[in-house]
C-alpha cells in the first residue's frame, strides 16, 4: 500500500476527508441557501424557478453538483466507518475526543445527526430534484411588464417533451418579457403544504444545527486551524452563522408556506 493511501487510511487520514468533505458542504449550504431564499419572493415562482433552471444547466455548476453528491457519499460512508471503529478503539470523531459524558451532547451523537440528515438528503433529492430531471412538470409562463417589473401575469402550460426547458424572450408588442420555465415552485408550494413533511424538515433542521455546531469547529481543528487567535472567529461562525442562521433561513421556507401561502 502507497504511503498516499496508508495516510487517508488512517484515523488522521479518515479525520481528514470528513473534514475536507464537510467543509465544502458548509459552502454549499450557502449557495443553495441563496438559491431558495428566491422563495420568498412574491412573483409566483420566477425567481426560483429562473435559479433551479441555472443550478441545472450551468456547465461549472454541474460539474460542481456531482462533486457535491460525491462528498455527501463519502462524508456518510467516511462517518460510518469512524462510528464503527469507535466501537472497538477510544472516540475519535474528527479532531475532538467525544467519548467523555463531560463532552457536548452533540459530538456524542454525530451520528444520530448525521443519520437524520442522510434519511432527509434522500427525501428531500427524490421530491425536488428527481422531479426535476425525471417527472413531467408542468410549465410556467411568465408575463413582465417592461414598464412594471413588478405586474407579473403566470399561467401554466402542460408538459411537452418538445418544448424547450427555458425559454426568455420579449415580446416589443405586448410590451412584456416573457419566460417559459419548469414550474419547479409549484411542486416545493404543495410539498411544504404537507404537514408530515414540513415537520421533517424543520426536525432535520434542527439536527443540522446541531450537527454543524460541532462539525464545523471540529473540521478546523483536525486541519489545524485551531491557534487561538481563530478560534473565537471559528466558533462564532461555527454557531451563529452555520449552527443557528442558516439552518433557521431553511427552516423558515416550508413554515411560511405552509401557514401563510
Request: with cysteine; glycine share 6%.
Amino acid at each position: 500500500m502507497s504511503n498516499f493511501a496508508k495516510t487517508f487510511s488512517s484515523s488522521l487520514g479518515k479525520k481528514l476527508i470528513m473534514a475536507a468533505t464537510g467543509l465544502f458542504l458548509c459552502t454549499f449550504l450557502i449557495v443553495h441557501l441563496v438559491g431558495n431564499l428566491q422563495l420568498f419572493k412574491d412573483d409566483a415562482g420566477q425567481a426560483f424557478n429562473a435559479y433551479a433552471y441555472f443550478m441545472t444547466h450551468f456547465t461549472p455548476i454541474k460539474v460542481v453538483s456531482y462533486l457535491l453528491y460525491a462528498s455527501i457519499i463519502i462524508h456518510a460512508v467516511y462517518a460510518l466507518v469512524i462510528t464503527m471503529g469507535n466501537k472497538k478503539a477510544r472516540p475519535i470523531g474528527y479532531a475532538v475526543q467525544a467519548g467523555s459524558q463531560n463532552s457536548p451532547w452533540t459530538s456524542r451523537n454525530m451520528g444520530i445527526l448525521g443519520t437524520v440528515l442522510l434519511v432527509f438528503i434522500v427525501i428531500h433529492m427524490s421530491n425536488f430534484w428527481w422531479k426535476y430531471h425525471n417527472a413531467e412538470l408542468p410549465y410556467a409562463k411568465y408575463e413582465i411588464s417592461l414598464d412594471d417589473p413588478s405586474d407579473i401575469t403566470v399561467s401554466e402550460l402542460p408538459w411537452d417533451a418538445k418544448r424547450l426547458v427555458h425559454s426568455d424572450y420579449v415580446d416589443t408588442q405586448a410590451g412584456k418579457q416573457v419566460i417559459v420555465s419548469k414550474d419547479l415552485y409549484k411542486v416545493v408550494a404543495h410539498s411544504f403544504k404537507t404537514g408530515w413533511y414540513v415537520l421533517l424538515y424543520v426536525i432535520s433542521m434542527a439536527a443540522l444545527a446541531f450537527h454543524l455546531i460541532h462539525g464545523f469547529r471540529s473540521a478546523f481543528q483536525t486541519v489545524g486551524w485551531d491557534n487561538r487567535k481563530y478560534v473565537p472567529i471559528i466558533r462564532f461562525f461555527g454557531v451563529w452563522i452555520f449552527g443557528v442562521l442558516i439552518p433557521v433561513l431553511f427552516a423558515a421556507m416550508p413554515v411560511y408556506f405552509y401557514f401563510f401561502k
